[in-house]
């Protein structure tokens, strides 16, 4: 969005220049302004912000034609209240109510072979899980079968998360108190 002048205002997607007050121009700055920071992390912010300005354009192309009276801050002000508050698509769970739990250490039974240790060690390091088993299988081997015995202790003390969709949930969800 620029603004030539003070009675001009173009935005993106649209090659006429809208007259308006002051007032008007404040109103769209603020709100886009308040999009950016809602949208903030969002990969497609920008984009959407680029939206919100084609979509304000439409609706002030709607208006009397060139030479017409400028869009005054009221107008404006009702074309921002049809389009609404602006809020990211996901929003970070740490603004939703809480600090994020994070990843953690598992077992997820579904898909486990043998207690699912292996499939909870690649949940928690993003690894796929068939090289996680050949290196548990290949340092098993190379330590003697030590490495089964540390197996063995993490199938004891570690909690069970049924699914890996499950142990994504937890983890991206916000702690309790």
Known sequence: MTMDDPTAIRLTGHTAAYPATREAYDALRGYLD???RALRGDPDGDEVVRDLEAAVGDRLRMLPGPGGDPVT?????AILAELGPVRPAHPVPSEAGGAVRGRFWCR?????WFGGVCLGLAAYGGFRVDWVRTVVLLLTLVTGGLLAVAYLALLLVLPVVPTVADYERRRDAPRAG
Request: charged share 30%; no cysteine.
């Open 34 to 36: 308040d999009a950016r």
């Open 73 to 77: 801050g009221t107008r404006m002000t």
């Open 108 to 112: 997820i039974s579904e898909g486990g």
